[in-house]
Antibody, heavy 117, light 107 residues
Framework: QVQLKESGPGLVQPSQTLSLTCTVS????????VSWVRQPPGKGLEWMGA???????DYNSALKSRLSISRDTSKSQVFLKMNSLQTEDTAIYFC???????????WGQGVMVTVSS | NIVMTQSPKSMSISVGDRVTMNCKAS??????IAWYQQKPGQSPKLLIY???NRYNGVPDRFTGSGYGTDFTLTINSVQAEDAAFYYC?????????FGSGTKLEIK
């Protein structure tokens, strides 16, 4: 069955770089796209970016200068790197499968990232 | 960029009532809207896609409608388990912007 699971450090210091991994199973990254979505505590959802099945990427313009999404298809993993972290980047980070361009049908459980010294 | 505005921000409804919540896009998005339900501590779950298509396994008391800039999610005969946040999202074209959400409480 389709599964996504996020992993990464729970605490990052301000100005440092966040690195997260999304490990997927039950589908191929060469046939499906994956997005990252984040949610600050008590707030709404923010689409961050996507890596398409062909390997190209697309980013939220508000994050584009700090964000990079990549993948390793052999390991069924998608990576998120975001630099210059600030306290406002504290959030739950989700990876989710984008079914073609239609909808986000499967989501990981999310990983909480706190930016603090 | 397209802005998705949801209203109301919160609502309190009794079990068995009908509830309607709204999502307004700042530009024409045709029928390219999805709705998600998120309960505390959980990931969002897809309810509706392309404005009116119910996703697999979603109860038929959930109905989506609308086209262009104005969209509605209706829940007929609300159940206690429907207490959650509901988000609309633009789909089909990036950025896949979410609305700010509507909180549904059950009295």
């Amino acid at each position: 069955q389709v599964q996504l699971k996020e992993s990464g450090p729970g605490l990052v210091q301000p100005s440092q770089t966040l690195s997260l991994t999304c490990t997927v199973s039950g589908f191929s990254l060469t046939s499906n796209s994956v997005s990252w979505v984040r949610q600050p505590p008590g707030k709404g959802l923010e689409w961050m970016g996507a890596i398409w099945s062909g390997g190209s990427t697309d980013y939220n313009s508000a994050l584009k200068s700090r964000l990079s999404i990549s993948r390793d298809t052999s390991k069924s993993q998608v990576f998120l790197k975001m630099n210059s972290l600030q306290t406002e980047d504290t959030a739950i980070y989700f990876c989710t499968r984008l079914w073609y361009l239609d909808y986000f049908d499967y989501w990981g459980q999310g990983v909480m990232v706190t930016v603090s010294s | 960029n397209i802005v998705m505005t949801q209203s109301p921000k919160s609502m309190s409804i009794s079990v068995g009532d009908r509830v309607t919540m709204n999502c307004k896009a700042s530009q024409n998005v045709y029928n390219n809207i999805a709705w998600y339900q998120q309960k505390p501590g959980q990931s969002p779950k897809l309810l509706i896609y392309y404005a009116s298509n119910r996703y697999n396994g979603v109860p038929d008391r959930f109905t989506g409608s609308g086209y262009g800039t104005d969209f509605t999610l209706t829940i007929n005969s609300v159940q206690a388990e429907d207490a959650a946040f509901y988000y609309c999202q633009r789909i089909y074209n990036s950025p896949f912007t979410f609305g700010s959400g509507t909180k549904l409480e059950i009295k």
